[in-house]
Structure formats: structure tokens, C-alpha cells
């Protein structure tokens, strides 16, 4: 600042001022005050006041020296220079680095993706035999149970055993898928997906499937048994022929007046001539055969043709649906044309009932008439076998009949049992494992190899086996797979030419779709369950086209990528936690660029593109001095502004500079903007506590808002589908939204993170493809693991270990995650915008309980409130993030006060709300409600529980007598409890530490009270196999997390601990839950690396100021004086001397309580409160704090939005963004005025909700406590008794042992979530991972390559600038890429040895110019790269 301006300025004012007594004027907004820009003379700057120059000069250079700060404007570029040091970074004398550590040593390092890798290439060969031999399997497993039928028809007049036998597995085959999916079905119903069907939904789906039946049962029964195997395989082709017609006319009908769709449709008409045509040659064949008709009951030619003809198209009913979307209007969206199949549960599970009955009906009366009991069969057919039927046969039975077995043979048919139940089984087998990876290669995107190709080409390699084995003569299952007709080779090639229709008519399945990984089979199949008898034609068939609907011949497609908004919540976070956060966040830059250049330069679409803003809103962020009377950012902002630099270049290894912030003054305080180097944002808006609510929910409910209702609607063209719309007079606001803002709400999510969270971008992507796979996902998890160091943090990591394992994968599978945590998780926007959940989240509390509930753990109350909404919740193993994790005993307690009642608060909400809820969310049913009852009971019950443990250990191991146990574990418990609720917070904390290191102790008698009891009362007791199922659990548990099995480590420590964790924190919890505050990050300072010099500035700012203001009082003094002075009496010249002595002397005064000011300041470098006095002496300040307090309104808060920057005046918002904060801020986030009155209510609220609960729980625990005493004392009267062949009988009270069961059952079903969560996880990684690379090559490591690489200077044409080059076209190609990538790693080592350092520009890293400089580089060159190596920078 130049202080002659500044003095020029003081004496305008003070004449403009007029008759003013004093006027004091803050330098903002002054040009002088800019560096870089030179002063100007104000206005009335006149030569007579060169007086008040000299005397304001050789103050502010005295001043300045004394101070020792040396300050210069830098020639060119407005920067400041300190001390001599020039931003040349490139000096020999300051080359010396810091953050320079190697990258740590992981073991095993990539072994996990060459692992994925090729377990997926081995997975895809897995995948391809199973299918395809499945297939074969099938086919020929059925078709030997059927040519025994038919035999036993030719040969036998009345039906036999063996053919009665046969008939029933047959009824099994069609049986069996039904039963299945029924139960499955009634799972499904019973765990909460209950919507209804539509009427017309529900009629089409049961009269498919009753159609199907009868066709299938005609096919097994009636047609299969008089057919050898080539003509079933003709046959089963004819079975598209319906759909074909159905898809030939759709597609007609379609694309009539499209002319370039001429040839799919004569490709159409050629395929169902072909299907046709199979269909007709095998009538063809029946009636020119020349077999005789010898069995009785063999049916003539045409009624078998008939029943030929009746199964082919009652069984092609089934698949219309997939090609016709007449059919599939009747489960269509009427808003998004998505098909959605609200209530495919109780359709599926009526359907599959109404088949089981109508087969039970049909199987004795059509089917198989005359047909024996089902008992009496399988008794004769086993007496039959002269009771060895389980005896295993030589190979030569099956093979060649002439060596069949008679001990095994049934006496009157000659069928030998293995080879009735060997193909039956084979079939059986086969059949549902075909069908289950056939799904599963779908869901990972492994269509065309694992499903596509093995069921395309199963039935023609099945048939060239059939004639390999009739050509060579090779006798198989009792030639029963012989081909008997006399048109063998006309057959094969109608076979042919069938198979080539029915594959143009499948070739949907050739195409890769737009469903996103691990999709829900209901979403990829028509029918996901699978058809035994038919299994590849049923895959094949059923496999939906799409999941869009056409209408007019287009195809809606949604091109809505996926965009995230990052938003990290900062408060007091120390240096080490920002970094940690900003380095995630540069990663995430950089990873997101590498997709957004393939995508925009190299036209690359790839489906895991996204977006993102990051966002750090900063709670009490701004501070005022008041010395100055300026209010800016306080030393934490402070503190991240010097940090974001450092990131960068920890993240990319070399110093990296990044451009100033953009600054604003907002409705709320100010902003930070910087330019991310792959060109994304990085916003961090500072709170003012003093204009806008603080603390984590508010600031929360603040991006949301802004998210949602500025950047989706209020930018949006046309947000709403009417003008002027009523939302309050519709049941759901998303019917007046538009279409577009419904699906860019649907792909917009924002990731919820903490101010010290370090996490990979691969982990956003996995959150993400959770969101994508179910729309009715509103939030994901990751998995969370705890930082730092210390036997606090050893303990969290096995606590959060066995939390994420164990409970968060059951309430996965079984429900829903009840809390998704605010450090780490994925919010859908479309379900906070949804009604009850983001409106409902902005309320203030106003009861008691909702203090808990609302801002002590507002991460789950949000959760809640997207429960009760009807949204899921899930957790995604894979996507893990690291978060600190308190490592003092007291802060953890003091976090776990804040946590526990909110848990519990929640949760009895949700409990509370059990019916609305079950109804609305299909995902949480009864089951799962009474899951969480059990468990909130034994979470209160849990102090009562350790100290029965530890009372009866202390008996057992040490001897004492009852009463003398209870006074050691009971009598500590209780003083504990009288001293939270009268003592302070330290004392109750010191007192749980001592107590929980005491209790650690007696934990070890419980472990050896354990054992002792196991080998007193035997191994297999119930206590036994609680602790073994205990044990094994968590060491099967850590086996499938391989790389967190370390963690299991910690579990002594855990054990130890129990006391600590589940007695002293909950009593500790309980007692406190009158205290609301936050508990952690509260008393925290922040430092700051360059706080020597911003304390120098803040000296000259200082020193400025007390100029300013000496000179405003002197010349409003000497105006005063002038005007109080009877001049009329006196000379002129006496008044004038004696004006010139008061002013000489009070310049002086005041010019040396400045230099004294500055002494004073100097002796204490650490800065004092803005608000205290210093130099309580000074007649100055005390005549300074003397003054009027100023009005808030008239602060100077603009001034730092131009410290070191080139801007006069700070950015300003758009006026539709200030009209939304500010709306905002009255409606929602108004600052809440301080009422003593309230704050002494609340606290009576809280105190009497303490007392309640804590008395409530406390009894509890006392009730079961004497009861499980007297229980246990009685137990030789009240007891169960189990006797062992071995040892003693186990005397076990019956209370203790119920709720050991009940345990044991909680235990045993977390374990088999845990389970099914991993499998499902192990599908997840595998469905991303990249088996080869595009084109053999990655472009992205490319790319990644070039950013990571400094820019180039192009030696070769000095004369165009750096911007030219910027603007340059690039039209590069993937070669290019490469070959400029190879050529910066081969050279960049070589650069390192080099003895010549260029000059560092000024301009902050931009990867896209980096690569671009890089690639021009290479085309100004021809494709060389001459002298590169002297180019590079380090």
C-alpha cells in the first residue's frame, strides 16, 4: 500500500466530509492497494499538503525497518519478492526437496489384477465348455429317457415299470424349475417386494405360462418318445417359428416406410422360411417312413404330427414377449417407456403355482393315463433290481447292452437303473448349471464368449456327434441315441438350414448392450429361471433386446453421463488430514481427465466416463480483526490455501503451481475457485457463521440445495413440464419435472466425504455402478478403514473390520444398510430430491430426541429418511477409502458419545415406523425389522452381558464365593455410574480409563474361564459350539478378505477391550446424552508453514493502519481546533503557531506508541486474538477502543479477495445464483440468534430425556442382571439337561440358553450374508476387469503418461508463443499418443543427469496443454524428437 495515496485519500474524505468530527476510511477497494499498479494522485492532492507527506514518510520508514520487513514489487508481474528470494525455483542454491518419499511397497504388488485377469480367462473357457457341454449334456440325457419310452411302446402292450418310472422323472423335469422359482418367489414376497400386478399383467403372464406347460408336457410325452434324436433337434428349431412371425410383422410394421431396413427385412422372410421349413420337412419325413407301426400304443402319423404341431406353438408362446413390444406394453412405464415389471414377484409366483397345479392335473388324465402310484413305481422298480440298484455299474452296461449286468436290470423290461437315473441326473445337473452361468456371463458382460457363442453352436456340434457315432458305428447308452430314419442327411440339412433362421432371429444376443454391469437377471431376462427340458432355446429366446421401448421407429437412448459433485466437509482438519483429501482429489482430476481426453479427443465412448466438481464447504471459515476492522478467512483457510500447491505436487512428483483462486464475496461469506489441472473445479466456500448456519447437517443441507436447486433447476431451460407448476398439488414433484432434468437427477450424484478421506478413483466407479445397476438405490458405501496409529486405532481397525464383514454385508443381503457414513458414500440426487427426505433434513430440531437424532449422527438420519422413503441403501466392499480415526482414548469416547444415541434414536425411528415403511420399501421386510429388534435388544443389554461374563469367570478362576465376584465386577460398574452423572467430562473420562485398563485384566480370567468350562463340561457343549462358530467365523471372514487379513491381528486386543467398548463407552454415552456438542476437532489450531511473513505483512498492514489512523485524527483534530478557535480576538499568526505546536506534538505522541505498538507485537511471535488489547498504556488505543463499536454492516470484507491477486475488485456471482443463496439462507440457513431463554429449555429437555433413558436402560440391565443371577442360582432346579456319550451331563439354565441360541443364530446368518456379499463382490471386481486392453493397447496409460510428464518447450520455432501453440489445432491419433509417450519415458531419465535448468513458467499446470505441448511437440518435428532430452523439465 503506498501511504502518500493513502494520506491524500484521509485529507478528501475529511474535506468532503465537511463539518465531520472524525472519519475513518478502510484502504479496500483502493488501486494503490493492488501490487502491480502503480498510485494515483487523488483528487484535492495538492503541493501544500507535502507537510502531512513528510511527517506520514518518515513514519511508515520507520516503522517498516523497525520491523524488519523487506518488501518490493516485483518488476513485472505485481508478485512480491521476500527477503531476496526470487521465484526462480530453479537456483543451484535452493534445489534441496521435500515430500519426496518413494511410493510405499505394497506386497504382492499387482497381483490382484494379473490374479483377476487370468482367473477371467480361465473364467471365459470355464464359461464356454460349461455351456456348451451343458447343452449337449441335456439333449442327450433327455433323449435317452425318451427313446426308452417309446420302446417300451413298440415292445409292450401295457405300460411297464421302468416306463412309468421314466414318466415321473419327466414330471420332475417340468416340476422342479417350477418349485424353484415358487419358493424363490415366496422369499422374495416374505423380504419385501410385495408390489401388485397389473389385472391385465397378471392374466397374460398365467396364461403363457400354462400354455408353456401343456406344450412342454406334450413335448416329453407325446412327441419326443416316437422321434430319434435328429428329428427332436428339427423340431425343437420350429419352436421360434411363432415369435419369428410375431417379430417379421413388428418389424414391418415399424420400419414400413423405411426403405434402407430392405434387406433385414427379405432377412427376416428368409428366416422364417427357414424355421418354416424344419418344421414341415419332419411331418415330411414321419409319413414317407417306411417303420412299421408295432406297438399298440404308438400313435399314427397324424396324430403324431398334430401333438407335433400343438407343442411346437403353445411352447413359442412363451418368448413372444421378447420380440414383441404390443406384448410388452402391458409392464411399460407410461413416463419413461422403461420396462418395468413392478410386480413380476407375485406374477412369477402365481405363474409357478398355477403350473404346478395344472401338471399335477394333466400328468395322470393326458400325459401318462393308467399311470401307477408314485410310491408303488419306485417300489417295484427297485425290487426289480434285485435290491442293488445303488451298486455302480461296469462302464461296458452303458456302453454296449450286450453286457448288461442282470442283478441290475429290471427283470421284464431290461432297463438297468443307471440308466434311468444317469441321464435323469446328467440332465438335471446340467440343465441348471447351464443355465445359471448363462445368466451370470450376461451380468459380467461376458456375453458373446460365455453365452452368445457355446449356445449358438451346442445343438450342431450335439448333432454331427449323433452321425460321427452312426457313421462309425459306435453303440451308445443302449443305442438309444441312434438315428433311425431313413432321410438322415435331408434332415441335416434342413437341420442347417433351420439353425441358420433361428440364429438371425437370436442375434440380439451377438450385440453388446446398454445394460451397465451386474444387472439384475430380471432386467436381462424375460424368464430368468430356466426351462430344464429346452435350456438353450429358452436362454437364447429369453434374453431381452433391450430394456428401452421403440415407439415411431426410434429408439429412446438417455446419452446423460454421469456426473458427481465431491463435497468434503472441512472444519479444524490439521495439515496432514487436507493434504490427504486434496491429493484424493487431484488423483480423481487426473483419472477423470485421462477419460475426458479419449473422449473428446480421440472420440473414445466409453460407459465409465463421468464428470465432476469438487466442493469443500468450510465451517466458520472467516474471522474478524478487529484492530482493522477487516473480516477474511481465518488461519484454517489459510492453512488449505498453502496446502493445495503442495498437493499437487506430492500427486504428480515435481513442483506444480497451480493458477491464484478465483475469489468471491457471496450471501454467504466468500468462495475459492481453482482451476484443477485436467480442467475440472475445485470450489471451497467459506461459512460465515455470522451469515449462514454452521456445523456439519447445515452445511450438508447447503451443497444440496445447491446441487439440486441451482445447478439442476434453476439453470435448467425448461425444468418443469407446465408453466408456473403447483407442486403441492401433485403426489409427487417429479411429474411436473421435465424428462431431461428427471434423468440427469437420475445419473448425478453427489459423493459425501470427509475433510481427511484418501480414496482411489476405481472406488468411485465401483459406488457408481452400484447406482446404476438399481434406480432405486439412493445411497452406496464403501468400505471404511480407519487411519492413524496407536492402540485406539488397532482396536478401531478390527472393530470396523468384523462391522463391514460381518453386519454391513448381512443388512446388504437380508435389507438394507440402515447408515451409509458421511466420510465415504454415494448419494443418488434424484432420491434427496424426493419428498420427506432432503425437505425433511433441513428441520430444526424441537424436541429433545431429535438433537440426537438430527446433528448428532445426521449421516444416518438421512439414511432413515431414505429408508422410510422406500429407497435401498447398499454397500460396496470393493470401493474402500481411508479416514483418520481418533487415536487419543478420551476423543474416542468422546466420538462414540456422539455416534451411539444417535444409533439407537434412529434406529427406534425406523422401528417405529416398521408398517409404513415395509410398505413403501420393497427391500425392508418383517424378517428383517424383527433382525433389527433382536439386535437393538442385545445391543442394550450388552453391559449387563459382559459383567454376567466377567462375574462368572472371576468365580470360576479365582475361587472367590459369589458374593464376592458381584462386589468386584458390579460395585466399580455402579461408582462408574454416579460419577457420569455428577461428575465433569474429564473426570468421567479419567475415571473410564482407569477402569477399562482394570477390566482389560479380568477379561483374560473370562478368556480361561472359557476354556475351563469347555474342558470341564466336554467340547461339544453349547458354550463350545457358540465359541467355535465365534472363532471360526471371524477366521473364515478375514480367509475371504485376504488383503485386510491383518486386521484379525487386532482381535486380542478387541477381546480385551470388550469391557471398555460395550460397558464403560455405552454407560459413558447414556449418561452424557444431555451433551450435543461435537466432541472432536474442537479446540484445534491451525499452522501454517509461511506464518513469519504473513505475520510481517500483517505488521505493514498494521503499521498502515495506525498511519491512517494518526492522520485522520490529527487533521479532524486540527479542523475542530480551527473551528473552536476565536480567531476575532487574536492575531492570524498566533493561531496558526499554536495550530502547528498541537499538531507537531501529537504526530509525535502518536508516532511513537506506533513504533511501541510494533515492539510489543514483535516480542510475541505467536499472534494474539484480534479482540484483545495490546499495550494497555497507549493513549491511542485506549482512545481507539474507546470508539463506538463499529456496525457489522460496515466491515471491510472485501479486502481479501485481492491479497495476491491481479484483480481490482473480487468476482461476483451471477445474479440468479445471489438470488438463490440468499433465498436460501432466509428460508433454511439463517444464522440462529443466540436466546438464553431456549438454550436454558433445551437444556431442561435434554437433562429430563437423560434421565428418562438413562433410568430405562439402567433398569433394564439391572432386571436382567437379577434375573439371570437367579436363574443361574436355581439351575439345578430350573434347568436343561444334556447328557453326551462321553463325559458328564451339561446342566444349563434355560434363560441363558435361550439367548445363546439366539445369538448363535444372529451369528450363523451374518456369516452367510457375509458369504453371499463376498461372491457378490468377487462378481463385481471380475465384471471390471479388462481382460485385454482396447485395441491390445490402453490409451488412457497414454495419456496418463503424457500429464505426468512436464510440458515441453519447443527449441525448434522460438518465435511462436506458448498460446499459439495452446490454440493450435491437434489432430493426433492413438500412434501419435504412444509413440510421444514412449518418447518422453525414454528421455525423461536421460534428462535427469542434464546440467542445464530452464526456467519454470508462471502458468499453472493444465494436463491438456501438457499434452498437447507434448504431441506438437512431435508434429513440428516430422515424428522426432530432436534434443528432447534438454527439453524436459524436471
Not at 487 to 493: P, S
Not at 1027 to 1049: K, N, Q, T
Request: charged share 20%; hydrophobic share 40%; net charge neutral.
Amino acid at each position: 500500500m503506498d501511504v502518500y495515496s493513502q494520506l491524500g485519500r484521509n485529507i478528501v474524505h475529511l474535506e468532503m466530509a465537511g463539518n465531520s468530527d472524525s472519519c475513518y476510511s478502510s484502504p479496500a477497494g483502493s488501486l494503490s492497494s493492488i501490487p502491480g499498479i502503480a498510485p494515483r494522485k487523488p483528487l484535492g492532492y495538492s503541493t501544500s499538503q507535502q507537510f502531512f507527506k513528510t511527517y506520514a514518510t518518515d513514519m511508515a520508514n520507520s516503522a517498516v525497518e523497525m520491523t524488519g520487513i523487506d518488501v518490493e514489487l516485483a518488476a513485472g508481474n505485481g508478485e512480491m519478492k521476500r527477503n531476496g528470494r526470487h521465484d526462480d525455483n530453479n537456483a543451484l542454491w535452493d534445489i534441496f526437496r521435500k515430500d519426496r518419499l518413494p511410493a510405499d511397497s505394497k506386497c504382492c504388488e499387482g497381483f490382484a489384477d494379473t490374479f483377476f485377469r487370468v482367473f477371467k480367462f480361465l473364467f471365459y473357457v470355464f464359461l464356454f465348455l460349461v455351456l456348451i457341454g451343458g447343452v449337449i449334456v441335456t439333449r442327450g440325457g433327455l433323449q435317452i429317457l425318451a427313446s426308452l419310452l417309446g420302446d417300451h411302446d413298440r415292445k409292450f402292450a401295457n405300460r411297464t415299470v421302468a416306463q412309468d418310472f421314466i414318466s415321473y422323472l419327466f414330471f420332475f423335469v417340468i416340476a422342479v424349475p417350477d418349485t424353484l422359482k415358487f419358493l424363490q418367489s415366496i422369499g422374495q414376497f416374505l423380504f419385501g417386494n410385495r408390489r401388485s400386478p397389473s389385472c391385465l399383467r397378471f392374466i397374460m403372464v398365467n396364461i403363457r405360462e400354462g400354455l408353456h406347460l401343456f406344450g412342454l408336457g406334450c413335448m416329453l410325452f407325446k412327441v419326443m418318445p416316437h422321434l430319434d434324436p435328429l428329428q427332436t433337434c428339427v423340431v425343437t428349431l420350429g419352436v421360434p417359428l411363432l415369435p419369428s412371425l410375431v417379430n417379421f410383422i413388428a418389424y414391418f410394421r415399424r420400419k414400413a416406410c423405411q426403405f434402407r431396413k430392405g434387406i433385414k427385412k427379405f432377412l427376416n422372410i428368409v428366416c422364417l422360411t427357414f424355421l418354416l421349413a424344419a418344421l414341415i420337412i419332419v411331418p415330411y419325413t414321419i409319413v414317407q417312413s417306411n417303420t412299421p407301426k408295432t406297438g399298440k400304443r404308438m400313435p399314427g402319423d397324424g396324430e403324431l404330427i398334430a401333438w407335433i404341431l400343438i407343442s411346437v406353438f403353445t411352447l413359442s408362446a412363451r418368448w413372444i414377449e421378447t420380440y414383441s413390444f404390443l406384448c410388452r406394453r402391458f409392464i411399460e412405464d407410461k413416463k419413461d417407456k422403461r420396462i418395468k415389471d413392478k410386480g413380476y414377484v407375485i406374477s412369477q409366483m402365481a405363474s409357478s403355482f398355477f403350473r404346478i397345479i395344472l401338471l399335477i392335473a394333466l400328468f395322470p388324465t393326458l400325459f401318462c393315463p393308467n399311470i401307477r402310484g408314485i410310491k408303488d413305481t419306485y417300489d417295484k422298480f427297485l425290487s426289480q433290481t434285485n435290491g442293488m440298484c445303488l451298486q455302480s455299474l461296469n462302464n461296458s452296461t452303458i456302453l454296449n447292452s450286450s453286457t448288461t449286468n442282470s442283478t441290475v436290470v429290471c427283470s421284464d423290461d431290461e432297463v438297468s437303473y443307471w440308466l434311468v437315473i444317469g441321464p435323469y441326473l446328467a440332465h438335471t445337473i446340467g440343465a441348471y448349471l447351464t443355465t445359471h452361468f448363462g445368466v451370470l456371463a450376461c451380468r459380467l458382460r461376458m456375453q458373446i464368449m460365455g453365452f452368445a457363442i457355446p449356445l449358438t453352436l451346442a445343438t450342431p456340434l450335439y448333432v454331427i456327434i449323433l452321425i460321427v457315432f452312426h457313421e462309425t458305428g459306435v453303440s451308445f447308452a443302449s443305442d438309444l441315441l441312434v438315428l433311425k430314419t431313413d432321410e438322415m442327411w435331408l434332415l441335416f440339412v434342413v437341420f442347417f438350414v433351420g439353425w441358420v433362421g433361428q440364429s438371425w432371429l437370436c442375434r440380439h444376443v451377438w450385440f453388446r448392450h446398454r445394460e451397465d454391469r451386474m444387472e439384475f437377471a430380471s432386467k436381462l431376462f424375460v424368464l430368468p429361471h430356466f426351462c430344464s427340458a429346452l435350456v438353450d432355446l429358452s436362454l437364447l429366446h429369453s434374453r431381452k433386446k433391450r430394456n428401452t421401448s421403440e415407439t415411431e421407429g426410434k429408439v429412446e437412448k438417455s446419452n446423460v453421463h454421469s456426473k458427481v459433485y465431491i463435497c468434503a466437509t472441512m472444519w479444524h482438519e490439521n495439515r496432514i488430514e487436507m493434504k490427504q483429501i486434496l491429493i484424493s482429489i487431484f488423483r480423481l482430476d487426473h483419472h477423470q481427465f485421462q477419460y475426458e481426453y479419449s473422449k473428446t479427443e480421440l472420440k473414445n465412448d466409453d460407459q465409465d466416463y463421468y464428470t465432476f466438481e469438487a466442493h469443500i464447504p468450510f465451517d466458520d471459515a472467516m474471522e474478524t480483526n478487529k484492530s482493522t476492522n477487516e473480516r477474511g478467512p481465518n488461519d484454517f483457510v489459510r492453512q488449505l490455501m498453502e496446502i493445495v500447491d503442495e498437493a499437487a505436487s506430492a500427486f504428480y512428483e515435481r513442483k506444480v503451481v497451480l493458477d491464484p483462486p478465483k475469489k468471491y464475496l457471496t450471501p454467504y461469506g466468500g468462495r475459492l475457485e481453482w482451476k484443477l489441472p485436467g480442467d475440472n473445479k475445485l470450489i471451497v466456500h467459506l461459512k460465515d457463521k455470522e451469515k449462514i448456519r454452521h456445523k456439519k447437517r447445515w452445511s450438508q443441507i447447503m451443497y444440496m440445495y445447491y446441487f439440486v436447486g441451482y445447478e439442476l433447476l434453476m439453470k435448467e431451460k425448461n425444468p418443469t413440464t407446465i408453466a408456473n407448476p403447483n407442486f403441492d398439488d401433485v403426489p409427487s414433484i417429479f411429474q411436473l419435472l421435465s424428462e431431461s432434468v428427471k434423468q440427469t437427477a437420475n445419473n448425478t450424484y453427489i459423493l459425501a466425504l470427509d475433510g481427511d478421506v484418501d480414496f482411489q478413483p476405481e472406488a468411485l466407479q465401483l459406488l457408481i455402478d452400484r447406482m446404476k445397476i438399481n434406480p432405486k438405490v439412493g445411497a452406496t458405501c464403501g468400505r471404511i478403514k480407519p487411519g492413524g496409529s496407536g492402540p485406539v486405532v488397532w482396536y478401531q481397525r478390527f472393530e470396523y473390520a468384523i462391522g463391514h464383514w460381518l453386519q454391513k454385508s448381512a443388512e446388504h443381503m437380508f435389507g438394507c444398510v440402515l447408515c451409509s457414513p458421511g466420510c465415504f458414500s454415494l448419494f443418488r440426487v434424484k432420491a434427496l430430491m424426493d419428498d420427506n427426505v432432503m425437505r425433511t433434513y433441513a428441520t430444526l430440531p424441537t424436541e429433545a430426541r431429535h438433537f440426537l437424532q438430527y446433528d448428532q449422527g445426521e449421516d444416518r438420519w438421512l439414511c432413515t429418511l431414505m429408508l422410510q422413503q422406500g429407497y435401498k441403501i447398499e454397500y460396496c466392499a470393493a470401493a474402500e477409502a481411508i479416514t483418520f480415526a481418533p487415536e487419543e482414548f478420551k476423543e474416542f469416547f468422546n466420538q462414540r458419545r456422539r455416534w451411539m444415541p444417535s444409533t439407537m434414536a434412529n434406529i427406534m425411528d425406523l422401528l417405529q415406523s416398521y408398517a409404513r415403511t415395509t410398505k413403501v420399501n420393497p427391500n425392508i421386510s418383517y424378517f428383517y425389522i424383527f433382525y433389527q429388534i433382536i439386535l437393538f435388544v442385545s445391543s442394550v443389554l450388552g453391559p449387563s452381558t459382559v459383567l454376567l461374563a466377567l462375574e462368572s469367570a472371576v468365580a470360576s478362576v479365582f475361587g472367590v464365593t459369589a458374593w464376592l465376584a458381584y462386589l468386584l465386577t458390579y460395585g466399580p460398574t455402579i461408582i462408574f455410574i454416579f460419577i457420569c452423572l455428577k461428575c465433569k467430562t474429564n473426570t468421567q473420562l479419567n475415571c473410564a480409563m482407569v477402569l477399562s485398563a482394570v477390566y482389560s485384566l479380568l477379561m483374560m480370567a473370562v478368556f480361561v474361564g472359557t476354556l475351563v468350562s469347555i474342558a470341564s463340561e466336554g467340547w461339544y457343549t453349547p458354550t463350545g459350539i457358540f465359541f467355535y462358530i465365534l472363532v471360526g467365523s471371524f477366521l473364515i471372514a478375514g480367509l475371504l478378505h485376504p488383503h485386510e487379513l491383518g486386521d484379525l491381528i487386532w482381535g486380542v486386543l478387541y477381546f480385551i477391550c470388550i469391557p471398555a467398548g460395550y460397558l464403560f463407552l455405552i454407560i459413558y454415552a447414556i449418561c452424557n446424552l444431555n451433551n450435543v456438542s461435537w466432541g472432536t476437532r474442537e479446540n484445534k489450531t491451525a499452522v501454517l508453514e509461511n506464518a513469519g511473513q504473513d505475520r510481517k505483512k500483517n505488521k505493514k498492514k498494521e503499521t498502515e493502519d495506525e498511519i491512517d489512523f494518526v492522520t485522520t485524527e490529527m487533521i479532524s483534530g486540527m479542523i475542530k481546533q480551527v473551528k473552536d478557535t476565536n480567531v476575532s480576538g487574536g492575531s492570524c499568526s498566533e493561531a496558526f503557531f499554536s495550530m502547528f505546536r498541537w499538531m507537531n506534538n501529537l504526530i509525535i505522541l502518536k508516532s511513537l506508541e506506533s513504533v511501541q505498538n510494533i515492539f510489543e507485537k514483535s516480542k510475541d511471535e505467536t499472534d494474539p486474538a484480534p479482540d484483545q488489547v495490546v499495550g494497555k498504556k497507549s493513549l491511542l488505543k485506549s482512545r481507539r477502543h474507546r470508539m463506538p463499536k463499529v456496525d457489522p454492516n460496515k466491515l471491510d470484507e472485501a479486502s481479501w479477495t485481492m491479497e495476491n491477486v491481479l484483480q481490482s475488485t473480487p468476482s461476483t456471482l451471477d445474479q440468479t445464483e445471489e438470488t438463490f443463496w440468499k433465498g436460501l439462507i432466509h428460508q433454511y440457513l439463517y444464522p440462529l440468534e443466540a436466546d438464553k431463554k431456549k438454550e436454558e429449555k433445551d437444556k431442561e429437555m435434554l437433562a429430563e430425556l437423560r434421565n428418562k433413558v438413562a433410568f430405562g436402560f439402567f433398569f433394564l440391565n439391572a432386571l436382567w442382571l437379577a434375573i439371570m443371577t437367579a436363574m443361574n442360582e436355581a439351575k439345578y432346579i430350573i434347568n436343561i439337561t444334556i447328557t453326551q456319550t462321553s463325559g458328564p451331563p451339561v446342566i444349563i439354565e434355560p434363560l441363558g440358553f435361550v439367548f445363546l441360541i439366539v445369538f448363535t443364530i444372529l451369528l450363523l446368518l451374518q456369516f452367510f450374508g457375509m458369504l453371499m456379499h463376498r461372491y457378490e463382490t468377487f462378481l463385481h471386481i471380475l465384471s471390471i476387469t479388462e481382460l485385454f486392453k482396447r485395441k491390445t493397447y490402453d490409451i488412457k496409460d497414454t495419456i496418463r503418461e503424457l500429464t505426468r510428464s512436464p510440458e515441453t518447450d519447443d527449441t525448434t520455432s522460438g518465435n511462436e508463443s506458448a498460446e499459439e501453440d495452446e490454440d493450435d489445432p491437434i489432430y493426433c491419433n492413438e500412434d501419435m499418443i504412444r509413440e510421444a509417450a514412449n518418447k518422453i519415458k525414454h528421455d525423461m531419465d536421460r534428462s535427469h543427469a542434464g546440467n542445464k535448468y530452464a526456467k519454470r513458467k508462471s502458468q499453472g499446470l493444465n494436463l491438456r496443454r501438457t499434452v498437447r505441448k507434448n504431441i506438437h511437440t512431435l508434429q513440428k518435428n516430422g515424428g522426432g524428437y530432436k534434443n528432447w532430452g534438454h527439453t524436459i523439465q524436471e
